[in-house]
């Protein structure tokens, strides 16, 4: 309970401060010129001030507010490493026990730095500020921060805070902790395929000094580079792009002598090989309706430089037309398939048959070509199943069926079981309706012995399209040569465009194209576990996050020769999959995350804030286990921490539950005074 007195003047203000200054000029007066009763006139001069001013005894009913104390729990990733969450747990029981004794102090508790796949780093007192978001500063006792002292949200001064009180910081992990990273100082996101691009990195060793580590670079699994590197030096690696799309690149360094964690001692950059022209050879044989539906497509596609010859009169065919009117060069044979044929991505026959242009030795060179990494396609039509065919030469045994004769009937082309997997021909457009939304064809090429099932079929569920793998290349076979009917737009045309891209790009090893593999998907917060596979079941993914956790997932169909899983991207850095045989990595958020970028526990990065408001930063650990300081409550000091304890600044916040007001110059009292005054000075003037 507290009293005081309170005024509410019976007049403004600006009267009552010329009345009082009327009233002083008046006492001077008087006192000066030693008038008699002086001292009386003046005392009742000053009760009619007095009077004006109402005065009013009061009396406040006041309930005591509590102060407020908040305990910030790090959940970060890198608590996790060694014995932090158990001293963590540790040193938050012993704390709330030990602030719950205070008198008249809150305790609230908050956990925060959570990894949520977006947030790149610890984030301590954004959560601080949100806790105390609804206390006033006049009730804020402080704040205890329970991490391992790598946080990244450190205000720049004190006063950011936005309250006056200490701060403490708990200090878990060991003081001689020591750890080793790759940290990535430039990497390309882009490469043209068949050139070379540079990645710098660094070998980061913390608690120590004077190491050496062997690191070894790794491109698609594949190691590529190993060489021993000194602590703090940079090094500089040559990445040969080999393919389009993802060329993932490994850099692992060898592990340190009793180190904290192993996470970031791998560093992982995907480059995007892109292809500067993707060089087409075209071989045209007999002219037909749909010669020029290759050319068409080939040339509409700017990344595509096509070399295209047309074998217009096979030199058996005398017709008395001069050879210098039928060509503007020579068929440069030899140059072609021999000198310069691994400079082709693709190599396509259109309808060509033997002809005395190329001899049998240049086929055994396409042969070796495919062997060795390079693609064929072959689009056929009767002169597949000639005397002729190219089948009758040493590029047979790449060849994935054997002709035996030609069918002239309409059929529709459908997708077969595999097809309906195959990412060249799943989901065509038109492919779900029986029969398919797209025109008939009235000729196919019978063959047997066929290498690989076919994606497509044609009359009687014959083969219509094989895919086929012969050592390090491919090579496609289209037994019709009547796809121009849907470039055409006969009955209603067909998806050309899509399967003859979607073919050449498989050709050309497009890896979104591949029949077997597993990849991972950022699909906003979520990380999505894909495998793409031509069986009809798949092997479980076990799936490891960048604090080192795993987890076994089970995948389930989706689309036809598609396998799904989700689970939530709730950590930034490198997340890896596999299945046993195949294997995916993906780097969610920035290359270096600032969790793993410094792992090592320390209090420097804290203490300077934390003493700018009186507080401390200490460890909780030594090497009998955890122990914390005492806390004590502080009613006025600038300092609240000593040796062996820290303390919380207690506030005497209160809120009026009631009051009382009693007016001094009201009813009786009031009437009393001022007669009083005035019968005093009466009798003072009748002496």
Do not use: C
């Not at 580079?225 to 850099?251: F, L, M, Q, W, Y």
């Not at 010669?291 to 040339?299: A, C, F, S």
């Amino acid at each position: 309970m507290q009293y005081g007195i309170a005024f509410t003047p019976l007049v403004p203000t600006l009267v009552l401060w010329l009345a009082l200054a009327a009233i002083a000029v008046i006492a001077a007066l008087l006192l000066l010129g030693r008038s008699r009763g002086a001292a009386v006139r003046v005392a009742a001069l000053a009760l009619i001030a007095l009077a004006i001013a109402n005065p009013s005894f009061t009396r406040e009913d006041r309930e005591p507010l509590s102060s407020v104390a908040v305990v910030v729990i790090d959940k970060s990733p890198s608590q996790n490493f060694g014995d932090r969450t158990k001293q963590t747990e540790q040193a938050r029981e012993a704390l709330v026990s030990e602030l719950k004794k205070i008198k008249g102090l809150e305790v609230r508790v908050v956990e925060a730095g959570q990894a949520d796949g977006e947030t790149d780093g610890t984030h301590l007192f954004s959560a601080l500020t949100s806790t105390l978001s609804d206390v006033p500063v006049d009730r804020v006792a402080g704040a205890f921060l329970i991490t391992d002292g790598r946080v990244h949200d450190i205000p720049a001064n004190a006063a950011a805070l936005g309250f006056q009180a200490p701060v403490h910081a708990l200090i878990t992990g060991r003081k001689d902790e020591r750890d080793r990273r790759i940290a990535i100082s430039a990497a390309p996101r882009f490469g043209i395929v068949g050139q070379t691009q540079t990645i710098t990195y660094r070998l980061d060793d913390q608690g120590v000094s004077g190491e050496h580590a062997k690191v070894v670079v790794r491109r698609d699994g594949e190691v590529i580079n190993e060489r021993t590197v000194a602590s703090g030096e940079t090094v500089k690696v040559d990445i040969d792009i080999k393919h389009a799309g993802p060329n993932i690149v490994e850099i692992e360094a060898s592990p340190l002598d009793n180190e904290l964690t192993l996470v970031n001692n791998r560093a992982v950059v995907a480059i995007d090989g892109v292809r500067d022209k993707l060089r087409v050879l075209l071989v045209s044989g007999e002219p037909h309706s749909g010669e020029r539906t290759w050319r068409n497509l080939l040339k509409s596609d700017p990344s595509v430089d096509l070399v295209h010859f047309t074998i217009l009169r096979p030199p058996e065919k005398q017709d008395g037309t001069p050879i210098n009117e039928l060509s503007l060069i020579a068929f440069p044979t030899r140059e072609l398939f021999q000198q310069k044929i691994n400079e082709f991505q693709l190599i396509i026959f259109d309808r060509y048959a033997r002809q005395g242009v190329l001899p049998i030795a240049y086929f055994d060179n396409i042969a070796r070509y495919v062997r060795n990494g390079g693609a064929v396609l072959v689009s056929a039509g009767p002169d597949y199943a000639s005397t002729t065919s190219i089948w009758r030469t040493p590029l047979d045994s790449v060849l994935p069926a054997e002709p035996v004769g030609v069918t002239e009937k309409p059929f529709y082309a459908h997708l077969s079981d595999a097809g309906k997997r195959h990412p060249v021909t799943r989901g065509l457009e038109g492919s779900a309706f029986e029969p398919p939304h797209w025109s008939r064809f009235f000729r196919t090429v019978d063959t047997r012995n066929a290498s690989t099932p076919p994606v497509m079929t044609g009359a009687d569920g014959e083969p219509l399209l094989l895919l086929a793998r012969y050592g390090e290349g491919r090579v496609a076979l289209l037994l019709s040569d009547q796809i121009w009917l849907w470039a055409r737009g006969y009955e209603g045309g067909g998806p050309h465009l899509d399967l003859l891209r979607r073919t050449s790009h498989w050709l050309m090893k497009q890896p979104d194209l591949d029949e077997e593999a597993l990849r991972l998907q950022v699909h906003g917060k979520d990380l999505v576990v894909q495998r793409q596979t031509m069986a009809d079941t798949v092997a479980p993914v076990t799936v490891t996050s960048p604090s080192g956790a795993t987890r076994e997932m089970t995948l389930t169909a989706g689309d036809p020769g598609i396998w799904r899983a989700t689970i939530p991207a709730g950590e930034l850095g490198l997340w890896q999959a596999t299945d046993g045989t195949l294997k995916a990595l993906i780097n969610v958020g920035p290359t270096n995350p600032k969790e793993f970028s410094e792992v090592t526990s320390t209090p420097d990065m804290l203490k300077p804030l934390v003493q700018a408001t009186g507080g401390d930063a200490q460890r909780v650990a030594d090497g009998s286990g955890v122990e914390l300081p005492r806390i004590v409550p502080v009613r006025s000091s600038g300092v609240f921490h000593g040796d062996g304890w820290m303390g919380v600044r207690m506030r005497d916040a209160s809120v009026v539950k009631g009051v009382g007001v009693l007016p001094v110059f009201a009813g009786l009292i009031g009437l009393l005074l001022l007669l009083g005054a005035f019968a005093a000075t009466w009798l003072r003037e009748g002496r």
